[in-house]
């Protein structure tokens, strides 16, 4: 048969195929970067990584074979006169962007920067270690040349970093975040102000006690079975950096980390990640392989997360149901603390100098800071040699903090030498999304908050299932938020959120 | 550059580097197996299913593929030039062995076959449970049809089931089966007898307790590692039936099951898995890929486990080093149980139903009645519909036990219902490769057992390590058996280890 007289029918039913088998290829990869961090034995690593770039180079292989260029344009000549419905469309559109991405970086500059990703992380754990920016440097400038020449492959209107920014939330610009973000920061280092000056005094050590790794496990099993999620469909496990993974929608695992002394550790890491795993085994089925099965970007999922973890899991109602609950399993500490008490200790703000154990108050603060250097060192503006000098500073002037040495201040993240520059600003955007998208659930279920009390999660998880997972790539980013709240993202809801709450934790 | 004129070393490189790939995704196939296993979410199972075909798919398709045929081509013109060294040659006739295989077998015919046996598999499990052979002979009908007409694709020169055999025990034919398994049945009839006519009465019941699954679990970990293996370099889990597979030699893992009533359901298999275990574990790395870094065939890998399991695991050296330690984390019942007393129990002989239920003197007997069966249905001397008379009456000729029903007789294993028809006379072979092999262990090492005694298991899995292990496919089964013993394959040594060791038991 002519290839080109083939009926739309048969051409999506080959584009589906195409696009399973590359997603089956992706569960296996899935599985193997889990087993990696849970279950691996030590010596395992070397095998693993070729494994996995095996498969990476079989997957990239299929994915951008004439064959399926063939299609693609196929299907796209149908697009243009119109021939695709709404589904079609969607799942056309995001294949031929992601494939158009793709097409645009030569093999041998992604070879390039995957191999000085691949150096550049031992690089940076050893500067980390040693606490010397300097033996990273060289490094960091190259991803940064390298991650500048594939803004330009890929291509951009305004700014370079647009290009990056895209891959990990598509649609957005920097123009759009630099705005959000600014008014987020004058808000924020103006609030954090005045939370120091309060005369309210929180120490939350408090908290800490012995708790034993199996008792937390089993309250941390307790507490996400209720938020909802399927451990028929789903594992918790544990790792040393907590992480959520999905195969696909009836396998969907995450872990988490213990501190026997401090519970919250794995506790508030538990209740994150399944903020993620409910996205994921809230997906449909049927949809597994398309972009109708996928999340929309990694600031949408960062919202499920943040808004389980800090909004709902840091919220007093949230704690009249678990609490005591929690009291029953650890009587030490907790016996002799009130509800209101713990509520504040919880929700204890500080500025410090790690992203990654800052409140909900500082934390945006953290990533703005990113999100700025980011930017100005992929539009050159900056260069990588005077980032120490930038960070620290910035962080005296956001946070009001003195960092003692590159370990804790420019070399605190994996993700650069990684070559994620533009992930980022996904986090901060992620909490933004979160208290708009919360907002609305406020208005749609009557007694929300109350529910939470009673220890009911079931209306606010299906809310949230029918108004964002159900829906894949159904919508953009602004598309669900407009959907959803009838809004643009804008930074006011969760000024509104921090304000109301924090006004009342530190009197202010 | 001209394909046909590349030189030999290039197209080993291509060719190697294709085998690599393949292998790539073998590990992760088995990864995903081994998972489904031991911790895969129960309904991650329909998906994982998919994921599983999808990568079987792609690894055939790389595996036919044009190019790798036209590879293939070029190197067999080598080979007939007699310009392949001797490693290059064991690899190029393994690939070309399973490669032809793979293309005599057309597309059609495979599917048929892996749907029937996909179907087959849940039937044989309810006919099972039902006890009604009826309910699978249909099934069962249309397998056995189907492996004739591998078979018959395939080719073979004197009896059809030579091609089945084959897939499982290269180069070995039913011809030189028959002769030994006849041979060994005589023995093992007459053998039978005498024991049962003994005046020595075991009742092993005395050595069931109450054991803790962690405790059990720590013992095994205990026993597997004095045998040598290597954590960092594997793993034991649990699930359902004990098994062991391997992604790499630095990723080789088994599983055992516990029944907290009969220590030794869990240890036993510990031992049995880490036999296999140690061979993969012993392959070398840099050969990962080839078939030099491949087991020779399921016979030698089964003798990898039962000379360990049986040979040395319920040998009373063994026991006289770790007698002592288990009575000390197990005092009941052990306390009062002599060694002597213990070594009889574990080495109790009686007659019973079940294959993977039975002793070391009758479970050959059990393949044996199998091989036959399987041989006169693929060679077309006897009819499925018959099997259950056929069963019955072997059992009774043999074992001298009555089958009560088909649920504990001709439906006890999964093996036909999958389309393994040729697998079971290789835990036969195994058994045989092991006694013969031993033997020729304690010729080389001086004191051998009196080592087992002192807890040395160094020198005996550093010389199975170095004469079988380290060297891949370099040898065919019977080659290494000539090479280890300077002997063919036979039943005699076997036959003498069982006679010694029972002799003196049963006091014969």
Same mark, same amino acid.
């Given at each position: ?20 088998? =590359? ?47 063939? =299609? ?67 490094? =960091? ?368």
């Amino acid at each position: 048969m002519n290839y080109f007289r083939k009926m739309k029918k048969e051409l999506f039913e080959e584009l589906k195929t195409s696009l399973l088998e =590359l997603s089956h290829i992706g569960s296996a990869m899935a599985l193997l970067h889990w087993d990696q961090e849970v279950y691996m034995p030590k010596n395992g690593a070397e095998f693993r990584a070729k494994t996995l770039a095996n498969l990476a180079g079989i997957m990239h292989e299929k994915f951008v074979s004439k064959e399926f260029e063939k =299609l693609l344009k196929q299907i796209s000549k149908l697009e243009k006169n119109n021939e695709l419905n709404k589904n079609e469309t969607i799942i056309f559109s995001e294949i031929w962007r992601q494939f158009s991405r793709e097409k645009k970086l030569p093999l041998e500059f992604v070879r390039d920067l995957t191999e000085t990703c691949s150096n550049a992380q031992s690089v940076w754990a050893e500067a980390r270690k040693k606490s010397d920016f300097k033996i990273f440097l060289p490094f =960091l400038e190259k991803i940064v040349e390298l991650k500048r020449k594939e803004a330009e492959l890929v291509g951009f209107e305004d700014s370079p970093y647009d290009a990056l920014l895209d891959e990990y939330e598509p649609q957005m610009t920097s123009q759009e975040v630099s705005i959000i973000f600014y008014e987020l920061k004058e808000f924020l280092v103006d609030f954090l102000k005045k939370i120091k000056k309060s005369k309210i005094k929180i120490n939350p050590t408090i908290l800490n006690g012995k708790f034993e790794t199996e008792k937390q496990k089993k309250f941390n099993e307790f507490v996400i079975g209720k938020m909802g999620f399927d451990f028929g469909c789903g594992r918790l496990d544990t790792s040393t950096h907590p992480f959520s993974t999905s195969f696909n929608p009836e396998d969907t695992r995450i872990t988490t980390s213990y501190d026997e002394k401090n519970l919250f550790y794995s506790l508030s890491s538990a209740i994150h990640e399944t903020g993620h795993a409910l996205y994921e085994q809230g997906l449909l089925s049927e949809n597994f392989g398309t972009p109708l099965g996928e999340s929309i970007s990694h600031g949408i999922h960062e919202s499920q997360s943040r808004i389980w973890e800090k909004i709902v899991g840091q919220n007093i109602n949230f704690w009249k149901y678990f609490y005591p609950k929690l009291k029953k399993e650890f009587s030490q500490p907790f016996e002799k603390i009130s509800l209101e008490e713990f509520y504040k200790n919880i929700n204890y703000v500080k500025p410090s100098l790690i992203r990654t154990e800052s409140d909900e108050v500082t934390y945006n603060l953290h990533i703005i800071l990113r999100f700025e250097i980011e930017k100005d060192l992929i539009e050159g503006t900056i260069e990588a040699k005077d980032l120490p000098k930038i960070w620290n500073s910035k962080m005296k002037e956001y946070l009001g903090v003195n960092v003692p040495n590159d370990a804790s201040g420019i070399l605190q993240d994996v993700h650069w030498s990684g070559g994620s520059i533009g992930y980022f600003p996904t986090y901060a955007l992620g909490n933004l999304y979160s208290a708009q998208i919360f907002d609305a659930a406020k208005k749609d279920i009557l007694n929300l908050e109350k529910e939470f009390a009673l220890g009911n999660f079931e209306h606010f998880r299906e809310w949230l299932r029918n108004k964002i997972h159900i829906h894949g790539k159904n919508f953009s980013a602004n598309g669900l938020i407009k959907e959803i709240t009838g809004e643009e993202l804008n930074s006011k809801y969760f000024i509104d959120y921090i304000t109301d709450k924090y006004k009342n934790i530190y009197e202010l």
